[in-house]
Protein backbone atom coordinates (compact mmCIF):
# COMPACT_ATOMS: atom_id res chain seq x y z
CA UNK A 1 0.00 0.00 0.00
CA UNK A 2 1.51 3.32 -1.02
CA UNK A 3 1.41 6.35 1.68
CA UNK A 4 -0.78 9.00 1.49
CA UNK A 5 0.58 11.84 2.40
CA UNK A 6 -1.71 14.37 1.71
CA UNK A 7 -3.76 12.66 3.95
CA UNK A 8 -1.19 13.60 6.59
CA UNK A 9 -0.54 16.93 5.55
CA UNK A 10 -4.22 17.30 6.41
CA UNK A 11 -3.45 16.76 10.17
CA UNK A 12 -1.09 19.42 10.15
CA UNK A 13 -3.16 22.67 10.37
CA UNK A 14 0.17 24.87 9.48
CA UNK A 15 0.95 23.84 6.37
CA UNK A 16 -1.73 25.46 4.79
CA UNK A 17 0.16 28.60 5.75
CA UNK A 18 1.12 31.18 2.71
CA UNK A 19 4.96 32.19 2.73
CA UNK A 20 5.74 35.42 0.95
CA UNK A 21 2.66 34.43 -1.16
CA UNK A 22 3.81 30.70 -2.00
CA UNK A 23 2.84 27.53 -0.24
CA UNK A 24 5.03 26.84 2.74
CA UNK A 25 7.43 24.18 1.85
CA UNK A 26 9.24 23.46 5.81
CA UNK A 27 11.94 21.54 5.48
CA UNK A 28 13.40 22.45 8.09
CA UNK A 29 12.44 19.82 10.60
CA UNK A 30 16.04 18.94 12.40
CA UNK A 31 15.31 22.42 13.99
CA UNK A 32 11.77 22.10 15.28
CA UNK A 33 9.10 19.68 13.77
CA UNK A 34 5.06 20.48 13.12
CA UNK A 35 2.90 19.19 15.41
CA UNK A 36 -0.43 17.52 14.44
CA UNK A 37 -3.82 17.91 15.40
CA UNK A 38 -3.64 14.85 17.67
CA UNK A 39 -1.43 16.86 19.87
CA UNK A 40 -2.87 20.08 19.61
CA UNK A 41 -5.99 18.74 20.32
CA UNK A 42 -4.42 16.90 23.97
CA UNK A 43 -2.83 19.93 25.09
CA UNK A 44 -6.13 21.79 24.91
CA UNK A 45 -7.86 19.24 26.56
CA UNK A 46 -5.82 19.08 29.45
CA UNK A 47 -5.35 23.08 29.83
CA UNK A 48 -9.67 23.14 29.20
CA UNK A 49 -10.59 19.90 31.52
CA UNK A 50 -7.57 18.86 34.06
CA UNK A 51 -5.48 22.35 34.16
CA UNK A 52 -3.79 21.89 37.67
CA UNK A 53 -0.24 20.91 39.80
CA UNK A 54 0.45 17.03 39.98
CA UNK A 55 1.32 14.48 42.59
CA UNK A 56 0.28 16.50 45.52
CA UNK A 57 -3.07 17.73 45.23
CA UNK A 58 -6.18 15.90 46.06
CA UNK A 59 -8.73 17.57 44.28
CA UNK A 60 -10.44 16.38 41.49
CA UNK A 61 -8.63 18.24 38.58
CA UNK A 62 -5.06 17.65 40.59
CA UNK A 63 -5.74 13.98 40.10
CA UNK A 64 -6.09 14.43 37.03
CA UNK A 65 -3.88 16.24 35.95
CA UNK A 66 -1.36 13.87 37.56
CA UNK A 67 -3.46 11.17 35.77
CA UNK A 68 -2.30 12.69 32.35
CA UNK A 69 1.64 13.45 33.67
CA UNK A 70 1.67 9.86 34.32
CA UNK A 71 -0.05 8.65 31.53
CA UNK A 72 2.09 10.68 29.18
CA UNK A 73 5.71 9.12 31.04
CA UNK A 74 4.04 5.94 30.50
CA UNK A 75 3.28 6.48 26.38
CA UNK A 76 7.23 7.81 26.18
CA UNK A 77 8.55 4.63 27.62
CA UNK A 78 6.18 2.31 24.91
CA UNK A 79 7.36 4.60 22.27
CA UNK A 80 10.90 4.01 23.64
CA UNK A 81 10.62 0.23 23.59
CA UNK A 82 8.66 -0.65 26.15
CA UNK A 83 11.15 0.76 28.72
CA UNK A 84 9.94 0.76 32.45
CA UNK A 85 8.07 4.24 33.04
CA UNK A 86 10.01 4.79 36.17
CA UNK A 87 12.79 5.22 33.96
CA UNK A 88 11.68 8.22 31.98
CA UNK A 89 12.60 11.25 33.18
CA UNK A 90 10.61 14.84 32.07
CA UNK A 91 13.28 17.45 31.10
CA UNK A 92 12.96 21.06 29.47
CA UNK A 93 14.45 19.64 26.23
CA UNK A 94 17.25 17.39 24.80
CA UNK A 95 19.91 19.72 26.20
CA UNK A 96 18.62 19.84 29.81
CA UNK A 97 18.41 15.77 29.85
CA UNK A 98 21.89 16.21 28.52
CA UNK A 99 23.13 18.69 30.93
CA UNK A 100 20.98 16.33 33.85
CA UNK A 101 23.47 13.60 32.70
CA UNK A 102 26.75 15.56 32.77
CA UNK A 103 25.86 16.73 36.22
CA UNK A 104 24.14 14.46 37.99
CA UNK A 105 26.33 11.22 36.33
CA UNK A 106 29.34 13.28 35.77
CA UNK A 107 29.40 14.39 39.34
CA UNK A 108 30.25 10.70 40.20
CA UNK A 109 33.56 10.36 37.77
CA UNK A 110 36.70 11.59 39.15
CA UNK A 111 39.91 13.42 37.32
CA UNK A 112 41.48 11.73 34.85
CA UNK A 113 38.28 9.62 33.93
CA UNK A 114 37.73 9.95 29.61
CA UNK A 115 34.45 10.69 28.26
CA UNK A 116 34.30 10.00 24.32
CA UNK A 117 32.34 12.24 21.60
CA UNK A 118 32.56 12.17 18.44
CA UNK A 119 33.88 15.68 15.86
CA UNK A 120 30.32 15.39 14.58
CA UNK A 121 28.17 16.13 18.21
CA UNK A 122 25.91 18.89 18.23
CA UNK A 123 27.50 21.53 20.65
CA UNK A 124 24.50 20.41 23.42
CA UNK A 125 26.38 17.14 23.50
CA UNK A 126 30.12 19.09 23.59
CA UNK A 127 29.36 21.63 25.86
CA UNK A 128 28.29 20.17 28.94
CA UNK A 129 30.84 17.76 28.82
CA UNK A 130 33.62 20.47 28.68
CA UNK A 131 32.06 22.46 31.44
CA UNK A 132 32.61 18.83 33.70
CA UNK A 133 36.05 18.37 32.08
CA UNK A 134 36.92 21.88 33.97
CA UNK A 135 34.43 21.67 36.58
CA UNK A 136 36.23 18.36 37.76
CA UNK A 137 39.44 17.05 35.76
CA UNK A 138 37.99 14.63 33.30
CA UNK A 139 39.19 14.34 30.06
CA UNK A 140 37.48 14.57 26.77
CA UNK A 141 38.63 12.22 24.09
CA UNK A 142 37.39 13.28 20.20
CA UNK A 143 36.17 10.15 17.82
CA UNK A 144 37.23 11.05 14.37
CA UNK A 145 34.34 11.25 11.63
CA UNK A 146 35.29 9.77 7.90
CA UNK A 147 34.87 11.58 4.73
CA UNK A 148 31.36 10.72 4.31
CA UNK A 149 30.61 12.21 7.62
CA UNK A 150 30.27 8.97 9.53
CA UNK A 151 32.13 8.64 13.32
CA UNK A 152 34.75 6.63 12.31
CA UNK A 153 33.95 2.77 14.47
CA UNK A 154 37.28 1.58 13.36
CA UNK A 155 39.07 4.24 15.67
CA UNK A 156 37.40 2.97 18.41
CA UNK A 157 40.39 0.98 19.52
CA UNK A 158 42.21 3.96 19.59
CA UNK A 159 40.11 6.55 21.42
CA UNK A 160 38.46 4.25 24.05
CA UNK A 161 40.54 2.68 27.00
CA UNK A 162 40.38 1.75 30.22
CA UNK A 163 40.12 5.51 31.89
CA UNK A 164 36.95 5.59 29.55
CA UNK A 165 34.22 6.15 31.99
CA UNK A 166 31.32 7.15 28.85
CA UNK A 167 30.86 7.57 24.69
CA UNK A 168 28.16 10.69 24.35
CA UNK A 169 27.32 10.08 20.43
CA UNK A 170 24.19 11.14 18.05
CA UNK A 171 22.12 8.28 17.36
CA UNK A 172 21.07 10.57 14.12
CA UNK A 173 23.73 13.26 12.74
CA UNK A 174 21.80 16.78 13.19
CA UNK A 175 24.04 17.63 10.07
CA UNK A 176 24.94 14.71 7.97
CA UNK A 177 21.51 12.50 8.68
CA UNK A 178 24.45 9.53 9.44
CA UNK A 179 23.30 6.92 11.50
CA UNK A 180 25.76 5.83 14.22
CA UNK A 181 26.52 1.82 14.17
CA UNK A 182 25.63 1.51 17.80
CA UNK A 183 26.45 -1.97 18.17
CA UNK A 184 30.11 -1.15 17.83
CA UNK A 185 29.92 2.12 20.08
CA UNK A 186 28.10 -0.13 22.50
CA UNK A 187 30.81 -3.29 22.18
CA UNK A 188 33.43 -0.74 22.19
CA UNK A 189 32.27 0.50 26.13
CA UNK A 190 31.33 -2.95 27.33
CA UNK A 191 35.04 -4.04 26.71
CA UNK A 192 36.12 -1.62 29.35
CA UNK A 193 33.12 -1.19 31.52
CA UNK A 194 31.89 2.22 30.21
CA UNK A 195 28.40 3.45 29.53
CA UNK A 196 26.91 4.92 26.26
CA UNK A 197 24.67 7.66 26.13
CA UNK A 198 22.58 8.30 22.41
CA UNK A 199 21.66 12.12 21.62
CA UNK A 200 18.13 11.01 19.50
CA UNK A 201 17.12 14.39 18.83
CA UNK A 202 17.64 13.72 15.32
CA UNK A 203 16.49 9.80 15.44
CA UNK A 204 12.93 9.88 17.19
CA UNK A 205 11.18 11.84 14.77
CA UNK A 206 11.66 9.13 12.58
CA UNK A 207 9.75 6.16 14.05
CA UNK A 208 9.68 4.13 17.76
CA UNK A 209 13.10 3.73 19.12
CA UNK A 210 13.51 -0.23 20.76
CA UNK A 211 16.14 0.54 23.63
CA UNK A 212 15.80 -2.82 24.67
CA UNK A 213 17.48 -4.02 21.18
CA UNK A 214 19.98 -1.31 21.35
CA UNK A 215 21.07 -1.85 24.81
CA UNK A 216 22.56 1.50 25.73
CA UNK A 217 22.53 3.24 29.29
CA UNK A 218 21.11 6.79 28.68
CA UNK A 219 18.87 7.80 25.66
CA UNK A 220 17.73 11.80 25.74
CA UNK A 221 15.30 13.29 22.82
CA UNK A 222 13.01 16.57 22.27
CA UNK A 223 9.84 17.05 22.30
CA UNK A 224 9.37 19.75 19.82
CA UNK A 225 11.16 18.01 16.94
CA UNK A 226 9.12 15.09 17.65
CA UNK A 227 5.62 16.49 16.50
CA UNK A 228 5.66 17.55 20.03
CA UNK A 229 5.31 21.03 22.13
CA UNK A 230 8.32 22.96 23.17
CA UNK A 231 9.61 22.90 26.31
CA UNK A 232 9.81 19.36 26.64
CA UNK A 233 12.03 16.65 26.65
CA UNK A 234 13.26 12.98 27.74
CA UNK A 235 15.94 11.03 29.56
CA UNK A 236 16.05 7.53 29.64
CA UNK A 237 18.49 5.77 31.87
CA UNK A 238 19.21 2.45 33.41
CA UNK A 239 17.36 2.18 36.61
CA UNK A 240 20.53 1.32 38.59
CA UNK A 241 22.04 4.00 37.02
CA UNK A 242 19.62 6.69 38.02
CA UNK A 243 19.02 4.90 41.71
CA UNK A 244 23.13 5.99 41.80
CA UNK A 245 22.87 9.80 40.40
CA UNK A 246 22.49 12.51 42.75
CA UNK A 247 19.74 14.88 41.78
CA UNK A 248 20.35 17.76 39.37
CA UNK A 249 18.29 20.51 41.18
CA UNK A 250 16.82 20.71 44.29
CA UNK A 251 13.66 21.67 45.25
CA UNK A 252 9.72 20.58 45.55
CA UNK A 253 8.69 16.70 44.58
CA UNK A 254 12.00 15.56 44.31
CA UNK A 255 12.45 14.79 48.29
CA UNK A 256 11.84 12.10 50.27
CA UNK A 257 11.99 14.12 54.02
CA UNK A 258 13.46 17.60 54.75
CA UNK A 259 14.87 19.18 58.23
CA UNK A 260 17.73 21.59 58.68
CA UNK A 261 19.91 18.75 59.54
CA UNK A 262 19.24 15.92 56.58
CA UNK A 263 17.56 15.48 53.64
CA UNK A 264 16.65 12.36 51.56
CA UNK A 265 15.93 12.24 48.19
CA UNK A 266 12.76 10.55 46.47
CA UNK A 267 13.26 7.73 44.16
CA UNK A 268 13.83 7.91 40.78
CA UNK A 269 12.03 9.51 38.64
CA UNK A 270 10.84 12.38 41.11
CA UNK A 271 14.53 12.61 42.16
CA UNK A 272 14.90 14.46 38.80
CA UNK A 273 11.75 16.71 38.51
CA UNK A 274 12.48 18.90 40.94
CA UNK A 275 9.05 21.69 41.43
CA UNK A 276 6.49 22.22 39.33
CA UNK A 277 7.42 20.19 35.73
CA UNK A 278 6.42 21.17 32.45
CA UNK A 279 2.91 19.12 32.67
CA UNK A 280 0.91 20.23 29.53
CA UNK A 281 3.88 19.76 27.47
CA UNK A 282 4.58 16.92 28.55
CA UNK A 283 0.62 15.76 28.00
CA UNK A 284 1.57 17.24 24.58
CA UNK A 285 4.40 14.78 23.79
CA UNK A 286 2.59 11.68 25.00
CA UNK A 287 0.27 12.24 22.37
CA UNK A 288 3.23 12.59 19.95
CA UNK A 289 4.23 9.29 20.95
CA UNK A 290 1.15 7.65 20.43
CA UNK A 291 0.23 9.46 16.60
CA UNK A 292 3.82 8.00 16.04
CA UNK A 293 2.93 4.91 17.32
CA UNK A 294 0.02 4.48 14.91
CA UNK A 295 1.80 5.14 12.04
CA UNK A 296 3.09 2.61 9.10
CA UNK A 297 7.14 3.87 9.84
CA UNK A 298 7.88 0.91 6.70
CA UNK A 299 5.74 3.53 4.26
CA UNK A 300 6.96 6.71 5.67
CA UNK A 301 10.36 5.49 5.73
CA UNK A 302 10.38 4.17 1.90
CA UNK A 303 8.41 7.94 1.18
CA UNK A 304 11.12 9.91 2.97
CA UNK A 305 14.17 8.43 1.64
CA UNK A 306 12.43 8.69 -1.79
CA UNK A 307 11.86 12.12 -1.73
CA UNK A 308 15.68 12.01 0.09
CA UNK A 309 16.64 10.65 -3.51
CA UNK A 310 15.41 12.73 -5.25
CA UNK A 311 16.60 15.80 -3.64
CA UNK A 312 20.08 14.27 -3.45
CA UNK A 313 20.01 13.74 -7.60
CA UNK A 314 18.57 17.23 -7.73
CA UNK A 315 21.35 18.63 -5.64
CA UNK A 316 24.07 16.15 -8.25
CA UNK A 317 22.95 18.45 -11.41
CA UNK A 318 23.90 21.81 -9.70
CA UNK A 319 27.66 21.44 -10.77
CA UNK A 320 28.66 24.07 -7.92
CA UNK A 321 26.85 21.99 -5.25
CA UNK A 322 28.59 19.18 -2.80
CA UNK A 323 27.02 16.98 -0.17
CA UNK A 324 28.44 17.13 3.81
CA UNK A 325 27.17 13.11 4.47
CA UNK A 326 26.78 10.07 2.92
CA UNK A 327 26.32 10.04 -0.73
CA UNK A 328 23.56 7.18 -0.78
CA UNK A 329 20.69 6.47 1.10
CA UNK A 330 22.28 3.40 3.31
CA UNK A 331 22.79 3.99 6.59
CA UNK A 332 21.68 7.65 7.05
CA UNK A 333 18.06 9.20 7.94
CA UNK A 334 16.72 11.87 5.79
CA UNK A 335 18.84 15.34 7.27
CA UNK A 336 20.73 16.46 3.74
CA UNK A 337 23.31 19.36 4.10
CA UNK A 338 25.08 20.83 1.03
CA UNK A 339 27.77 23.64 0.19
CA UNK A 340 27.21 26.16 -3.05
CA UNK A 341 30.69 26.70 -4.13
CA UNK A 342 30.97 30.57 -3.85
CA UNK A 343 27.48 31.14 -2.23
CA UNK A 344 27.44 31.41 1.57
CA UNK A 345 24.60 29.27 3.35
CA UNK A 346 22.81 32.50 4.71
CA UNK A 347 22.24 33.78 1.08
CA UNK A 348 20.84 30.36 -0.35
CA UNK A 349 18.18 30.11 2.76
CA UNK A 350 16.79 33.65 1.83
CA UNK A 351 16.05 32.67 -1.38
CA UNK A 352 14.48 29.67 -0.98
CA UNK A 353 12.71 31.69 2.09
CA UNK A 354 11.20 33.79 -1.23
CA UNK A 355 9.99 30.22 -2.88
CA UNK A 356 8.39 29.93 0.52
CA UNK A 357 11.08 27.13 1.87
CA UNK A 358 12.16 26.78 4.78
CA UNK A 359 15.43 25.23 5.68
CA UNK A 360 18.14 25.40 7.96
CA UNK A 361 21.66 27.51 7.12
CA UNK A 362 25.12 27.70 9.21
CA UNK A 363 27.18 25.62 11.26
CA UNK A 364 24.17 23.47 12.87
CA UNK A 365 25.69 24.22 15.99
CA UNK A 366 28.17 21.93 15.24
CA UNK A 367 31.64 24.03 14.57
CA UNK A 368 33.95 20.87 14.81
CA UNK A 369 32.38 19.48 11.83
CA UNK A 370 32.69 22.43 10.23
CA UNK A 371 36.50 22.54 11.26
CA UNK A 372 36.33 19.11 9.74
CA UNK A 373 35.73 19.44 6.36
CA UNK A 374 37.16 23.06 5.94
CA UNK A 375 33.19 25.04 5.77
CA UNK A 376 31.82 27.72 7.46
CA UNK A 377 28.52 26.22 7.11
CA UNK A 378 26.25 24.56 5.35
CA UNK A 379 22.44 24.53 4.05
CA UNK A 380 20.77 21.95 5.62
CA UNK A 381 16.97 19.92 4.33
CA UNK A 382 15.08 17.22 6.89
CA UNK A 383 12.52 15.58 6.17
CA UNK A 384 9.41 14.78 7.55
CA UNK A 385 6.49 12.34 6.95
CA UNK A 386 4.20 15.45 5.94
CA UNK A 387 7.11 16.77 3.40
CA UNK A 388 5.82 15.80 -0.43
CA UNK A 389 7.55 16.04 -3.86
CA UNK A 390 6.71 19.72 -4.37
CA UNK A 391 8.35 20.65 -1.22
CA UNK A 392 11.40 19.60 -2.64
CA UNK A 393 10.77 20.33 -6.10
CA UNK A 394 10.19 23.71 -5.27
CA UNK A 395 13.59 23.56 -3.22
CA UNK A 396 15.51 22.54 -5.87
CA UNK A 397 13.98 25.76 -8.13
CA UNK A 398 15.10 27.88 -5.20
CA UNK A 399 18.38 26.47 -5.75
CA UNK A 400 18.62 26.97 -9.12
CA UNK A 401 17.60 30.88 -8.40
CA UNK A 402 20.94 31.21 -5.96
CA UNK A 403 23.47 29.87 -8.47
CA UNK A 404 21.62 31.97 -11.31
CA UNK A 405 22.07 35.10 -8.69
CA UNK A 406 25.60 34.04 -6.66
CA UNK A 407 27.27 31.36 -8.12
Partial sequence: MSFDVAALRRQFPILGRPVNGNALHYLDNGASAQTPDAVLDAVRLYETTARANVLRGVHALAEAATEAYEGARADVARFLGGVPAEEVIFTGGCTAAINLVAQSYGSLLKPGDEIVLSV??????????????????????????????????????????????????????????????????????RGVGAKVMLDGAQRAPHGPVDLPALGVDFYVFAGHKAYGPNGIGVLWARRELLEAMPPFMGGGSMIGSVTFEAITWAPPPRRFEAGTPPIGPAVGLGAACRWMMGLDWTAIGSHEMGLTQRLMDGLAAVRSAWLIGPPGLQGRLPVVSFVLDDVHPHDVAQILDSFGVAVRAG????????????????????????????????????VDEAVRRFA
Fill in 120 to 189: LEHHSNIVPWYQLAQRIGVKLRPLPVTDEGRIDVAALPQVVNARTRLISVAHVSNVTGAVVDVAAVVAAA
Fill in 363 to 398: HHCAQPLMERFDIAGTTRVCIAPYNDIGDIDALLAG
